[in-house]
């Protein structure tokens, strides 16, 4: 059974930045493709940013130009560049996976969350 651990939260004024790390363990195959999700006190849960194991990416409008995605195979692990933050990036961010030996047989994984707070 796999396990997704992420890492890298924690409270920045607004302009700062954070990255945030989401690493795979306890399979024996490989992250697929993966995402960053958010889910703000009160509201559902959103994308942030996806990647596709063929290195696709798609981006919220809300992060486009702020945030990068990005994956190291080697490492199993995927990360987000947070940059420019805002009070309105305040969530828990989840990492989510698609782990198998290919991207026709994966099991999907969601981590535990990470907490973001900027403060204004």
């Known amino acids: 059974q796999a396990q997704l651990a992420e890492s890298g939260g924690g409270l920045v004024q607004a302009g700062g930045s954070l990255t945030l790390s989401c690493v795979a363990s306890g399979s024996p195959f490989s992250i697929q493709s993966m995402g960053w999700y958010k889910q703000a006190p009160g509201k559902q849960r959103e994308l942030v940013a996806t990647?596709?194991?063929?290195?696709?990416?798609n981006y919220a409008d809300s992060a486009r130009g702020r945030f990068t995605i990005a994956r190291d195979n080697n490492k199993n692990a995927g990360y987000l560049q947070m940059n420019s933050l805002k009070p309105e990036d305040t969530a828990v961010y989840y990492c989510n996976a698609d782990i198998g030996p290919n991207a026709d047989y994966v099991l999907h994984y969601w981590g535990q969350g990470t907490q973001v707070t900027v403060s204004s």
């Open positions: 990647i596709t194991n063929r290195g696709s990416i």
